[in-house]
Each structure stands twice: as C-alpha cells, then as structure tokens.
C-alpha cells in the first residue's frame, strides 16, 4: 500500500500511549524511538547494546520526552522465558501496551545460497522472524488490554520479491509477510488491535552501508524522512487498518 510521506502526525499523536520498540538503540529503530517520544509516547526502548540505548534514552529525556525505559535483549539468545518475563516485567510497570514496532534485524551475508553458511542462517531466522514472533505471543495479553494497539512488523524490498544472494534476510521478510496477515486474520474479531507490515525502503543507516557499500549515502532518504509512515501506522488514524503492507517512502527511480 501507498505510504503516507506527507503526513503531518499532531504534536500530541501518541499522548498516553506506551510503545516498545525493537533495535532501539541505531538506525530506523532508534529515530522511530525519538520520533514516538516526541509525539507523547512512552517509549520501550529494547535492543542489544545498552550503552546505545542509554543514548537514546538520554536524548528523549533531554528533549522533555516522558520517561523512557531500557529493556536489554538479544533476540540470538533470548528464550521464551525471556519472552515471558518481559511481559511479567512490563505488566506491572505500564499494564498494557499500545503499540509494538518490530525493527530489529540482521543483515546476514549477501552471498550466492550454494556458499551459505547454515549457522548464520539459523542466526538471521532467529533475530528476524522466531524470535519476534515468540515475543509478540508473549506480549499479545498486554496488546489485549489496550484500546487501540497497532504491531508493526518491518519488512523489506526483498520480502516482497525475492532476490539472488540476499538468503536468509529474504526469506526471514518473507516469513514476516506471511506472519502479519496469518495474525491479522486471528485478529479480525478484535478491531482494537490491528497488525501491518512496513517497509522503510532504502534508507541511510549502518545495515544500508553494509548491503551497498558502493553507494552514496546522500542520494539516500534519511530515518527521519520515512517517519510519517512510522508515526501515521503507530498513531489513532489508522485504526481499523488490519493485515496490510505499507511502504515508508515511494519506490526509488533509477537512472
Ligand atoms: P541497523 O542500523 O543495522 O539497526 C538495526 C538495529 O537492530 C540495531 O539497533 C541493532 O542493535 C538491532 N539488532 C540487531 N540484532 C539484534 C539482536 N540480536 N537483538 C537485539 N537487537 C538487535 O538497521 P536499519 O537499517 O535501521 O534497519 C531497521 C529495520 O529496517 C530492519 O528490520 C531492516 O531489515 C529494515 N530495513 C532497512 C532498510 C534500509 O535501507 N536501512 C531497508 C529495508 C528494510 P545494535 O545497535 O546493537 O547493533
């Protein structure tokens, strides 16, 4: 579906609302954190190196934000025990959850399938497609007790159409795809919790370098660009919207 670039959110979009956000601390995980504070949210800021949350979650205070919190996990290692007590965790701290944006990801090796190494392929399925999806199981009471809860699911160019070398982070998209709408249709009986994919398209961040290190950098929308998607899908405005994939920014054209 189209995106929604142009979308002014109101400054107060995300008043009262607590939001978890995955991979919080860089890139778009990190900007989508900021950008939900700074519309009123609560914002969870969950991810793998604290130091970089800790920044992040300095900078939300610093602006006048509410106060964040830091939830440190590593989806390689994390159990579903781990799942289950971030919820416990979460439960008591903010009762509820209104909203949840599965942004973390592993890149993986852009390599021909026939040289793929299988334990890093087991390592990008876990970060991007089992782990997310044993969390949001862990974490579906909480959603529950909202009255508006949106999950955005990221996705990708190559989650959509596959593409040579791309492996594991491919077909971990695909499985993202497939998931959102098999949850959507559970879903469908409770209008109060919707669920989508998003695309962000090619944007400036540490993980776009690695897949294109030949590219410009400045011929790239930054994180900040492809915010009123993000904010738009999180926000009351697209209540009801259920089961569907969005993209961040048009598609590119090139020369
Ligand atoms: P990024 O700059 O590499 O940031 C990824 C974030 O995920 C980092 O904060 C990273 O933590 C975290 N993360 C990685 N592995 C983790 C793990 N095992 N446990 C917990 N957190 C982990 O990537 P990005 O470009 O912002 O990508 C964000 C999302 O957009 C991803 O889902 C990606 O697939 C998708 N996407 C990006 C583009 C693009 O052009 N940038 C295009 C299409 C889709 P650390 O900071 O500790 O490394």
């Known amino acids: 579906m189209s995106c929604k670039i142009d979308y002014q959110a109101p400054p107060d979009l995300l008043a009262n609302r607590v939001i978890l956000v995955t991979g919080a601390g860089d890139g778009i995980g990190r900007t989508a954190a900021l950008s939900y504070a700074r519309h009123g949210a609560t914002v969870i800021l969950l991810g793998r190196t604290i130091k970089k949350l800790e920044r992040v979650y300095d900078e939300i205070e610093a602006a006048g934000g509410p106060q964040p919190a830091i939830f440190p996990l590593n989806f390689e290692g994390a159990s579903l025990a781990d799942f289950h007590d971030m919820a416990l965790t979460l439960e008591k701290e903010f009762g509820r959850l209104d909203g949840l944006l599965h942004n973390a990801s592993l890149l993986g090796r852009i390599t021909p399938f026939a040289q793929y190494d299988p334990e890093l392929w087991e390592q990008v399925m876990q970060v991007n497609i089992n782990g997310p999806i044993w969390m949001t199981q862990a974490l579906l009471p909480l959603l529950e007790k909202s009255e508006d809860a949106s999950v955005i699911f990221t996705s990708s160019s190559v989650g959509r159409k596959g593409r040579a070398y791309w492996g594991a982070y491919s077909v971990s998209k695909f499985a993202t795809e497939g998931f959102m709408e098999v949850l959507a249709d559970e879903l469908e009986s409770q209008p109060h919790l919707r669920v989508n994919t998003l695309n962000p398209g090619a944007t400036r961040t540490q993980m776009r370098r690695s897949a294109y290190p030949g590219e410009d950098p400045a011929t790239l929308r930054t994180p900040e660009d492809i ?17 569907q994939k969005f ?8 020369a």
Do not use: F, I, K
């Open 227 to 243: 915010m009123p998607t993000y904010l738009w899908l999180m926000g009351p405005e697209s209540a009801g919207v259920s089961g």
């Open 247 to 254: 993209d961040a920014q048009p598609p590119r054209v090139s």
